[in-house]
C-alpha cells in the first residue's frame, strides 16, 4: 500500500469515528434536560457541568480529528472520555444492548488510541504544522 493510500485511510478513518459522535452528540444537544438527568442518575457529581463538557467533547474534538489538528491530544482525550462512558454508562452486562454499548465504547478507545500514537498523517493540519 502507498503512503498516499495510507495518508487516505487515515483521514477516512478519522472521518468515520468523528461521525460517531457527532450522532451521539445531536440527542444530547436536542434534549439536554433528559441528558442531565441520566448523567445524574448515574451518580456523576456536577451533571450540568458534566453534561457541557460532554456536549464540548462530542462536538468539538470531532472536528479536530477530521482537521488533523493536535490529533494525537484530541484522540486520547477521546479514547478516556469513551472508556469512561462504557465504565459510567454501559456496564450492565446482564443487559445485551448496554453489553453492546460497552464493548463497542472500548473498540471506539483502540481506533482513537491507534490515532493517539501514530497521528493524523500527511493529510493533516499537524503535518503541515511540522513543516
Avoid at 27 to 38: D, E, L, R, V
Avoid at 119 to 128: F, H, I
Amino acid at each position: 500500500m502507498t503512503q498516499r493510500n495510507l495518508d487516505s485511510l487515515s483521514l477516512i478513518g478519522r472521518i468515520l469515528i468523528a461521525i460517531l459522535f457527532w450522532i451521539g452528540v445531536s440527542g444530547k444537544i436536542t434534549a439536554p434536560a433528559g441528558t442531565i438527568g441520566y448523567i445524574g442518575s448515574a451518580g456523576i457529581p456536577l451533571p450540568t457541568l458534566a453534561y457541557a463538557a460532554t456536549v464540548f467533547v462530542e462536538l468539538v474534538l470531532p472536528v479536530l480529528l477530521v482537521l488533523g489538528y493536535r490529533t494525537r491530544l484530541s484522540a486520547l482525550v477521546l479514547a478516556i472520555f469513551s472508556v469512561a462512558a462504557a465504565l459510567f454508562f454501559h456496564a450492565q452486562f446482564g443487559d445485551m444492548n448496554q453489553s453492546t454499548h460497552f464493548f463497542k465504547n472500548l473498540a471506539i478507545a483502540g481506533g482513537l488510541l491507534q490515532l493517539a500514537a501514530f497521528g493524523g498523517g500527511s493529510l493533516s493540519l499537524d503535518a503541515r504544522r511540522q513543516q
